[in-house]
């Protein structure tokens, strides 16, 4: 019984150990992913047939955005229409196998950030549609996408704090469930003890009573004396 209840208790005090295990084994997973899927957007948008637009601003990371960029009154030509086409193309290659990675792992992603990266997106799918039709120059292209990712941003940080607030509340409603956990084991086992050892007693006092005794007696006069052990 006490091997019993043992393994009972080390099974339960386990079970933390081991989803822990799994969640580390879980993010390391979806790290994996993300970098095989920003690996494969970079081979992407290195393609030779769109590298001059990054002298544009056009592929380009909006953090990289000089003042050479906000200040060309230039619009697209017909020669570079055709590799915003291609841009635009390839881009759509990223998004795809971005939305395979993050609706694979939501949850534990958020979907708040799906929500966030698709409007972002398409955002900046307007932008490119404006450039590419000659709407706006490349100075003002530059210029819009960089607020679009200062927004991006802004909205990421906010939703941060959310999520994190979020999980932080979950950590410890799962740290009150697991103590709970093993409050009860612990009483369990300690019932179980008490039952065993009330169990024992009984069984003991049985053999004790059933035990055949002997019975010597003694006689002096009229009186006999009988002593039982």
């Known amino acids: 019984m006490k091997f019993y209840m043992f393994i009972i208790m080390l099974i339960l005090s386990g079970c933390v150990t081991t989803n822990n295990k799994d969640a580390e084994n879980r993010h390391n997973e979806i790290m994996a992913s993300k970098k095989a899927t920003e690996d494969y957007c970079n081979k992407l948008f290195e393609s030779p047939t769109i590298k001059p637009l990054s002298k544009l601003g056009v592929?380009?990371?909006?953090?990289?955005?000089?003042?050479?960029h906000f200040t060309n009154k230039?619009?697209?030509?017909?020669?570079?229409?055709?590799?915003?086409?291609?841009?635009?193309?390839?881009?759509?290659?990223?998004?795809?196998?971005?939305?395979?990675?993050?609706?694979?792992?939501?949850?534990?992603?958020?979907?708040?950030?799906?929500?966030?990266?698709?409007?972002?997106?398409?955002?900046?799918?307007?932008?490119?549609?404006?450039?590419?039709?000659?709407?706006?120059?490349?100075?003002?292209?530059?210029?819009?996408?960089?607020?679009?990712?200062?927004?991006?941003?802004?909205?990421?940080?906010?939703?941060?704090?959310?999520?994190?607030?979020?999980?932080?509340?979950?950590?410890?409603?799962?740290?009150?469930?697991?103590?709970?956990?093993?409050?009860?084991?612990?009483?369990?086992?300690?019932?179980?003890?008490?039952?065993?050892?009330e169990n024992n007693r009984v069984m003991m006092r049985s053999i004790f009573q059933n035990t055949s005794r002997t019975t010597n007696c003694s006689v002096m006069g009229s009186f006999i004396n009988c002593n039982s052990y």
């Not at 390839?90 to 609706?103: F, G």
């Open 59 to 68: 592929n380009i990371n909006a953090s990289k955005l000089t003042l050479k």
């Open 74 to 197: 230039n619009k697209p030509t017909e020669k570079e229409k055709e590799m915003l086409l291609e841009y635009s193309n390839l881009r759509s290659l990223c998004r795809q196998k971005e939305n395979i990675h993050y609706k694979k792992y939501s949850p534990p992603i958020d979907p708040s950030y799906i929500i966030l990266w698709e409007s972002s997106h398409f955002d900046d799918d307007v932008l490119l549609i404006k450039l590419y039709g000659g709407d706006i120059s490349y100075g003002e292209y530059a210029t819009e996408l960089k607020k679009n990712f200062f927004k991006f941003n802004t909205k990421r940080q906010e939703l941060n704090e959310i999520v994190r607030s979020r999980n932080i509340a979950a950590r410890q409603n799962a740290q009150r469930i697991a103590l709970e956990q093993r409050r009860i084991s612990a009483q369990i086992f300690n019932n179980t003890m008490k039952i065993q050892n």
